[in-house]
């Protein structure tokens, strides 16, 4: 065996060189974390080990080392109840109902962005300290059809008439929860009391997980705003203002609080073709209103990064008026971001303005560098909003050439 194969470790390798040496092995897709803590139960749930490697995209210039949890633990705050970023985000993932042993398998993220290589052992641990518990057997029945629930009645000698909710009562009413059998259960986490209070206080680790604004750890091109900026402000544990706080850094760098924003949880209303197209036409005349104020923003210095931000924002909290109008000036700025032309599209065809979406990906395409694979997207796009164009100029020929027949 030669010396440099000696170095091409196949599974986590224990170093003992300087931390350069280090580094520069540990970036090769030959080098990867250890497994070894994984139960042969959960492995089916991982990609396979040499996925997990200690660099994302090794060995390229968009490398990036993969900070491990234990070292996390040494440069950020814990809860006041002890719990770290990326333990906070397990909770967000178990109040979804799907953990442990997710369909489809375990996401990268909790390695590459959170450092989490067992994500089984991550989540034993949240149990043994009060965070999740096992969920009943019975919340499985309303995901269940009605046939399964008949036989599981059929099974316990109960009736099986009624409706779907009739099912699930029987079941719940006269069937013990050990005494429940339901063909390849696979038992799922659900938050405690103190896992839902401790989500609830910490919940700028789910906002900033998705936040659009999200920006690499990487400040050589500029602020970096990400969920271990915010866990800075918090050394104390205590996040409960957490919204307020965030909220103000979005006010002074986005130009939108979007943190304390009022969600809309009013039901879609499913609108008359008269409404919709009221809609539309308002939409068209506030951005004819304001036509003057998209080229005086075109002509202000600027790449149009800063507009985009914003529309992004503002689009975020419901204010689409707004958002379309320094989407239109960062676009006029010619700014090569493939998702300015893909929100700004969204928000169009939402309106119906079909025409108008056609001519923002037509500027996408322009705009964005050909190496871009992004680009595909708006190719997809393009094609779909054709087809809707062509489809209403044949029915308003139909209906105008059935008028005249008439």
């Known amino acids: 065996m030669g010396f440099f194969d000696f170095l091409k470790s196949k599974v986590g390798l224990t170093l003992s060189f300087n931390n350069n040496t280090a580094r520069d092995i540990q970036n090769s897709p030959d080098s990867f974390a250890d497994s070894s803590s994984i139960s042969s139960d959960e492995r089916p749930f991982y990609q396979p080990d040499n996925y997990y490697t200690y660099y994302s995209y090794p060995g390229t210039s968009s490398a990036v080392r993969v900070i491990t949890f234990e070292e996390r633990k040494q440069s950020t705050y814990p809860s006041k109840r002890g719990l770290y970023v990326a333990e906070i985000m397990l909770l967000e993932y178990c109040s979804q109902g799907k953990y442990p042993k997710l369909q489809g398998g375990y996401p990268g993220l909790w390695w590459f962005k959170y450092g989490i290589r067992d994500v089984g052992h991550a989540l034993e641990s949240l149990k043994n300290r009060g965070f999740i518990q096992w969920a009943p057997k019975s919340g499985n029945l309303n995901g269940m059809k009605v046939d399964e629930l008949k036989q599981i009645l059929a099974a316990a000698c109960l009736p099986t008439n009624g409706k779907k909710a009739d099912l699930i009562s029987r079941i719940i ?229 059935g008028k005249v027949s008439h």
């Open 173 to 401: 009413e006269n069937i013990p929860e050990d005494k429940l059998v339901i063909p390849n259960y696979v038992p799922k986490y659900e938050l405690t009391d103190q896992g839902k209070t401790e989500l609830e206080e910490n919940g700028y680790v789910p906002y900033m997980h998705r936040h659009k604004h999200l920006t690499t750890e990487d400040g050589r091109f500029g602020a970096t705003f990400t969920v271990w900026d915010i866990n800075k402000l918090f050394p104390d544990g205590n996040a409960v203002n957490w919204r307020k706080v965030v909220g103000d850094i979005e006010k002074k760098r986005f130009g939108v609080d979007m943190a304390n924003a009022v969600p809309d949880e009013t039901p879609k209303k499913t609108y008359k073709k008269a409404e919709y197209l009221a809609q539309r036409d308002e939409l068209r005349s506030f951005i004819a209103s304001k036509k003057d104020e998209i080229n005086r923003g075109i002509k202000t210095a600027g790449d149009g990064f800063e507009e985009e931000s914003q529309g992004l924002s503002l689009k975020a909290t419901g204010r689409d008026k707004e958002a379309i109008v320094k989407f239109y000036i960062s676009i006029g700025k010619r700014f090569d971001a493939p998702a300015l032309y893909r929100e700004a599209a969204v928000l169009l065809r939402k309106y119906g303005m079909y025409e108008e979406e056609l001519s923002v990906i037509n500027a996408g395409l322009l705009n964005i560098p050909k190496s871009n694979r992004h680009r595909d997207e708006l190719f997809e796009r393009k094609k779909k909003v054709q087809e809707i164009i062509n489809k209403e100029s044949s029915l308003r020929k139909e209906n105008k050439d």
